[in-house]
């Protein structure tokens, strides 16, 4: 039986609120315990906001995401439901937030990879902030030089050498550049280009603390949660729920800025434009994008309880995006 989506925090509790608290103890990573590319989720589980393990349900994160960050509930499970039907295990409800791991059961038949978020190529991808492209190594491990980087352009770009809105902005671009130039099988299209886009201006919104809220992320607040995978002493998390009209119009500024169009590498500096598919502000595009080809790219013809899981999640993704986005619901299995 899989469980419903968790729903809002009630309004007595989905304001300001201190989060690193007692109940949430920093613990470092035990050695098996898993941990992948996502700075937020990692930081969560160090405190307990998930499992520590490093392998939740799906509602485990939305519910954690809701909680110690004060993500709306509608982008919660936008972002949850989207990472889980490509990397999770529908067949046990199981996703690691790391690498590969038979701590989420059996796998369903292949090409099905249950891979974990570390799994490269899915919503994992190139041109990230502080982890390197999967053509050079891990690309879910932590990466200094990376890092370093994304706080040099917060000294050369932001309020004060704070992480801002302008920072991002000139940061996400140098990003693809860098890959074009030295990446050769560099993928920068739908679903990726969403999330890179998304992940580049989650930090000045969700790691800035919720008294101050001002969009400048300091750097030192931002080694804690990127390098040291933790909550800044005494950090208070959003004073409300931030979701998609938050986010949407800070990606869009990113993008007016710099535009690209999607596209791959076929060679260093030979980067294939692919107008057809969808653009990171097509979010219905990139929606059908996920549910007609990415997901059947994995599960090309499920039956029984598999397809039933594969409907159910995907049911839970369409009921996320629909009211703010009023996309229409496809149904690559049948209705
Ligand atoms: C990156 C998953 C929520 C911040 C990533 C990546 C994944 C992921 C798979 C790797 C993408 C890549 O860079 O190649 C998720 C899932 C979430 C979630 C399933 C469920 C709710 C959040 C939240 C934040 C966040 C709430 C808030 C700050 C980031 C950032 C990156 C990232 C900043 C980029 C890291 C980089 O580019 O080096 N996330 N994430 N994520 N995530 Fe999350
Ligand atoms: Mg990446």
Known sequence: PIPNPPGPLPAYDNGLKLVNDPAHPFMT???????GPCPALNTLAN???LPRSGVARPDQIV???????????????FLTYQAFLMNGNPLTNLMSIGMKTNMTGQDPPKPALVGGLSQHGTFEGDTSMSRIDAFFGDGAAFNQTRFNDFLAFASKFGVNGTYDINAASEFRFERLQDSIATNPQLVFTSPRILSAYSEAVFPLVYFVDGRLNNRQLTQDAATSFFFDQRMPADFHRQPAPVSFEV?????????SDHPFVPGVNQGVNNYIEMPNTPAVSDF???YEDIALRVVPGQYPKPTGQLRDALM?????????VVFQHNCTQVFPYGK
Do not use: S, W
């Open 312 to 320: 159910k999640n995907l049911g839970f993704l369409f009921g996320a």
């Open 47 to 49: 405190h307990g906001y």
């Open 29 to 35: 990573q035990q050695p098996n315990e898993l941990r």
């Open 63 to 77: 519910t954690a995401v809701m909680e110690g960050l004060n993500l709306g509930n509608d982008f919660a499970k």
């Open 284 to 286: 219905c595009g990139i």
């Open 247 to 255: 986010i949407e119009p800070l990606t869009g500024k990113l993008f």
